[in-house]
């Protein structure tokens, strides 16, 4: 079963710095997606950036970055220069097929500290 | 951009009650997805659907029930409700075009409390 596991239930960073979400999942597929997904106080689930497994490059999104370690199955986020507005609940979430269901890790909670 | 809508935002109801949560896609997507969120997880994956028919069904009680009509908004139907069907319940929408992935947007959720 394809799982996705977020070993970090909560972090800090001060504002303007950098912070690194992690997350690693487990598939047997070769081709499939991870996101990350954004959880504001508004419960509203906001679509933070994607990387298609069969691309090389990493997906970047302004401030949003990945590291995608296809053959570690590691998938982290950066954010750069963190704002008081990036302080979330974050899920990495992964997909396989057209039109398949999303498997979302359990979160990560970021505080962003002024 | 129109985004995906859900209705009602919030919904409280007695226990053994009968629930109906809407859905309305972003215009010309074709797959809705349900998902339901209890307090303090991750969503949790309930049925999908693409073009009026069930594609995929996940941990979905018996209780309930969805479908996707002719202008593929969809409809979860929710009856004998429990203490533990309280949660956020989420509806996305995709374009299910032939070919890659394609992105899942989220509506705002519906919050249903359960009395």
């Known amino acids: 079963a394809q799982t996705v596991t977020q070993s970090q239930p909560e972090m800090s960073v001060q504002e303007a710095e950098t912070v690194t979400l992690s997350c690693t999942y487990d598939?047997?597929?070769?081709?499939?997606?991870l996101f990350w997904y954004k959880q504001p106080p508004s419960r509203q689930m906001i679509l933070v950036i994607r990387q298609e497994a069969y691309k090389q490059q990493n997906a970047t999104e302004n401030r949003f970055s990945v590291n995608f370690q296809k053959a570690a199955k590691s998938f982290s986020l950066k954010i750069s220069d963190s704002q008081l507005g990036d302080a979330a609940m974050y899920f990495c979430?992964?997909?396989?097929?057209?039109?398949?269901?999303?498997?979302f890790g359990k979160g990560t909670r970021l505080h962003i500290l002024p | 951009a129109a985004g995906v809508i859900q209705s009602p935002r919030h919904l409280i109801k007695e226990k053994r009650e009968t629930a109906t949560l809407k859905c309305y896609p972003i215009p010309r997507h074709d797959t809705v997805y349900w998902y339901q969120q209890g307090p303090g997880q991750d969503p949790q994956f309930l049925i999908s659907?693409?073009?009026?028919?069930?594609?995929d069904k996940g941990s979905i009680p018996d209780r309930f029930s969805a479908q996707q009509f002719s202008d593929y908004h969809s409809e979860l139907n929710m009856s004998s409700l429990e203490l533990g069907d309280s949660a956020l319940y989420f509806c996305?929408?995709?374009?299910?075009?032939?070919?890659?992935?394609?992105?899942?947007?989220f509506g705002p959720g519906t919050r249903l409390t359960v009395l």
């Open positions: 659907f693409y073009e009026k028919m069930q594609s």
């Open positions: 598939t047997s597929e070769s081709d499939y997606y």
């Open positions: 996305a929408s995709s374009l299910g075009a032939s070919g890659r992935v394609n992105t899942q947007y």
């Open positions: 979430a992964y997909t396989v097929n057209r039109d398949d269901k999303i498997i």
